[in-house]
């Protein structure tokens, strides 16, 4: 074939993708857009220290407990949710990296992200009293009034014993189509008029989920992105901790963040209709959906590329890769690609 008719072939094959995407994917919008039943409606704004790397956020008697991450700046704070202020806190050395904290009998439990300890402190005074031990990573955690339930960066949620923090069960979180929801992460743990829920970040990513802790189904999902875009300044400072104040009401923040926010999450309780947590289309299932035949085609033209579009690269010009992960730190440094595999909260 001459390189007129590659030309022809490839534009031929790119204007068919153009030309069929946006109905399909106007389509699949319009149709998701006609279940959305879960929104944040903001109440108020408060100041949070942007120096807290923010793993555990926790409401209990009118004051915030919040836990901050990070090698050398991890540490155990009570803060004044109005004004933002600390109270009291408690710095921790170089070799503890906090996450998640959840309330339990008048002591805080505040995981580790790889030490596999968890550590107990009182409330009164944030003194050490005792500590658990788990194996892999500890990432978020929440007291459900019978046992502790902890995220490990996975789709999978542990139910541990609150005396040996043993594995009771474990359940998969999923969208209402059976897609695994990993990378879950800083939990909230309440109960709604239509049974227990639990209230999930989802790290990387700016929505909340809530599951059913008998299945790990997700009811709900909320879209947070207006609230991330105010403190969007850093690839670690994302949306994370959720602290349940009354009712629908939470407080929650994110890692640096500036603020904090009293939030409404409505219909808690009301499950919605085919919640798809990775993608948002109806007929996943068939390949000849409007993203199956986008897909398809957009394969297609990169075989084609590959094949016929050697003769056309640049002498000399390499790609770049752009999807390196970022470890959580003060100032991340490029990680090679055999880190890719890794998660980092």
Known sequence: MSRTGRSSLLLSLFV?????????????????????????????????????????????????????????????????????????????????????????????VMLTWKSQIAYVF???NLSQV??????????????????F???????????RNTETFEIERTVSVTDSFGNLISRINELECVNTPAGPRVIANVWQQDIIVVFDPSNGTVV????????????????????N???????SEFWITGKNWSKMYLIQMTNLSQA???????????????IFSGTGLVTITVFIVGILFIIFGRDYAPIGEEGVETSNRHDEQSNPPRQSQEDEGILYD
């Open 16 to 108: 068919s993708a153009i030309v069929f995407s946006p109905p399909m994917q106007a389509e699949n919008i319009d149709e998701y857009d006609e279940n959305i039943e879960h929104e944040i409606i903001i109440l108020s704004e408060h100041y949070h220290q942007n120096d807290a790397f923010t793993q555990g956020l926790e409401m209990y008697n009118g004051t915030i407990y919040e836990s901050t991450g990070l090698y050398g700046f991890s540490s155990l704070r009570e803060v004044d949710p109005l004004t933002g202020d600390v109270i009291r806190s408690k710095s921790f050395n170089d070799t503890v990296f906090s996450e998640g904290i959840t309330v339990y009998n008048d002591t805080i």
């Open 122 to 124: 009182e409330m009164e």
């Open 130 to 147: 005792s500590s658990y031990e788990y194996e892999g990573e500890g990432w978020g955690i929440c007291f459900d009034g019978h046992s």
């Open 149 to 159: 339930v902890m995220s490990n960066g996975t789709s999978s949620i542990s139910f």
């Open 220 to 239: 709900g999902e909320y879209d947070a992105s207006h609230l991330s875009s105010e403190n969007n300044h850093g690839i670690n400072n994302v949306l």
């Open 241 to 247: 901790g959720i602290a349940h104040s009354k009712d």
């Open 272 to 286: 919605g209709e085919d919640i798809c947590v990775s993608s948002c289309e109806t007929g996943q299932g068939s």
